[in-house]
């Protein structure tokens, strides 16, 4: 469904001079409802990749291709139909919600955008998406300071959500939360990849969240991937030197019993920092 092939994409440097190339020579795939988890130091490249493929920045070469379509080459009407089918999550939703709109104005605001539907069938379908997300309607009338982290990023999954996506890309969504609710946030990716057949994008740099949740890895080192494959096999037998490194700075993880109906991720340990991380 999503391939990237050869990309490579950075920033300009201070007052426009000497652009800086932060993601090289990348090529990664996202196949229909698989979870993909890039994982990576701070700095590697992870982010501004995320930002290329769901087109808020353009790449300097290589392709973005979304169901065979390259996303950069999109214009007009068909750029704005696109948008919807790849959306982000990023990982601070105190900052991307409006803390002058309720919960229910946010979810509301990109179907009126996208002119999808009336009042009443808007309205509906905010409270189908908090459903969807395990909020109660109620939140519908809260502002984002009324919500603990959790919740806030539960609303801003449910407002990615909102156009019917067929792609999360999630920009580290659990870093600023809570060890405590961070499971609770990993279990809510998954069972909507099961319920909806969504595909995600899981970029972090904890490894043993990301082995927990994702059928592949992908491993980014100063802008290159360095290794990819199946989780099992990327885990069980890491082949590049910086893969072992990360996972030898991961703790073991005890899952404990899992509940009838709840994915096994279970709440960790934080890892320690990956080498180089500051």
């Not at 390259?70 to 999550?89: F, P, S, T």
């Not at 580290?172 to 809570?178: G, I, K, M, Q, S």
Request: charged share 25%; aromatic share 2%; hydrophobic share 40%.
């Amino acid at each position: 469904m999503l391939e990237v092939e050869r990309l490579t994409a950075g920033y300009a440097g201070p007052l426009g001079r000497d652009r800086v190339t932060v993601v090289k020579d990348v090529s990664i795939r996202v196949g229909e409802g698989e979870i993909v988890g890039l994982v990576g130091e701070s700095g590697c490249g992870k982010t501004t990749l995320a930002r290329v493929i769901t087109g808020l920045s353009r790449p300097s070469a290589g392709v973005v291709r979304f169901a065979g379509v390259d996303v950069h080459a999109l214009r007009g009407r068909a750029l704005r139909a696109h948008r919807r089918h790849i959306q982000m999550v990023f990982q601070d939703p105190y900052l991307t919600l409006s803390p002058r709109q309720t919960v229910r104005q946010a979810l509301v605001e990109p179907l009126r955008i996208h002119r999808i539907g009336d009042t009443r069938s808007r309205s509906a379908r905010v409270d189908e998406l908090l459903d969807l997300v395990g909020l109660d309607p109620g939140v519908g009338e809260r502002r984002p300071r009324q919500l603990s982290g959790g919740q806030r990023q539960r609303v801003a999954i449910a407002r990615a959500l909102s156009l019917g996506p067929r792609l999360l890309v999630c920009d580290e969504p659990v870093t600023a939360l809570d060890v405590s609710v961070q499971a609770k946030v990993l279990n809510l990716l998954c069972d909507l990849r099961d319920r909806l057949g969504l595909a995600c994008l899981f970029i972090a740099h904890d490894l043993s969240v990301v082995r927990q949740l994702a059928d592949r890895i992908a491993v980014m080192r100063d802008g290159r991937i360095v290794e990819q494959g199946p989780t099992q096999d990327v885990t069980a037998g890491p082949r590049h030197p910086y893969t072992r490194a990360l996972l030898a700075a991961t703790p073991t993880i005890d899952l404990g019993p899992v509940a009838s109906g709840v994915h096994p991720i279970g709440e960790h340990v934080p890892a320690s920092r990956p080498p180089g991380q500051g």
